[in-house]
């Protein structure tokens, strides 16, 4: 029997694994509860999304005082029985409290494997350009936790494809973010049926 996950979720944007996990739950295909999402962007699709489905939401800026939103973060997380936190595309670095709180605790999906295609400024389509530059025969997706240092926390899992003749900068990231949502779903599927063991 799996556990219960209680997720708690990070987006700046559209929040696309955000919103497959989500979809995933309603289906019965993960036993989870989706506790809370929080964005630093008032606009964002996943606050959206997450309005419509019911999801706990809550918009937290960052760029006025970002440690009293750090703390403001891990209050919220923790108010709402949050047990592991998702990131989904959330493009701000989480600051000391929230990392201490829950260490070994956040899991994030990165564009691409690491630790060769990673590190400050490595994110998105950025990352895709660095693959095709350096004439890599393979890229993928990696999930791993989040430490105090971009994409530098312990690897869970990879998934990887091979480049294809004449690949593109636009035809690999399509294929990338065509692959992360399901795969992030079946990461946390694993972690919650005991397959993949967190530290």
């Known amino acids: 029997m799996s556990s219960l996950l209680k997720l708690g979720f990070l987006a700046s944007r559209n929040g696309s694994s955000f ?22 962007n008032r606009k964002s699709g996943a606050l959206a999304f997450a309005q419509e489905r019911g999801v706990p939401n809550l918009c937290i800026p960052t760029e006025r005082d970002p440690a009293a939103a750090d703390i403001a973060l891990r209050d919220a997380l923790e108010a709402a029985g949050v047990e592991l936190v998702v990131l989904s595309g959330y493009l701000r670095k989480l600051g000391p409290a929230t990392l201490a709180r829950y260490q070994h605790r956040v899991v994030n999906i990165h564009p691409g494997l690491l630790p060769e295609f990673g590190g400050e400024g490595m994110y998105g389509r950025r990352v895709h350009e660095a693959v095709i530059a350096a004439g890599a025969l393979k890229s993928g997706a990696t999930i791993h936790l989040v430490d105090e240092e971009y994409d ?26 065509a692959l992360e949502p399901l795969f992030f779903v079946e990461t946390l599927r694993a972690i919650a049926g005991g397959d993949l063991r967190l530290p």
């Not at 919103?19 to 630093?40: K, P, Y």
């Not at 530098?152 to 004449?166: F, K, S, W, Y």
């Open 19 to 40: 919103r497959a996990i989500v979809d995933a739950i309603a289906a019965g295909e993960l036993r989870a509860e989706a506790r809370l999402i929080v964005s630093n």
């Open 152 to 177: 530098r926390g312990p690897v869970l899992t990879r998934r990887e494809l091979t480049l294809a003749p004449g690949e593109t900068v636009d035809s690999l990231e399509a294929r990338i973010t």
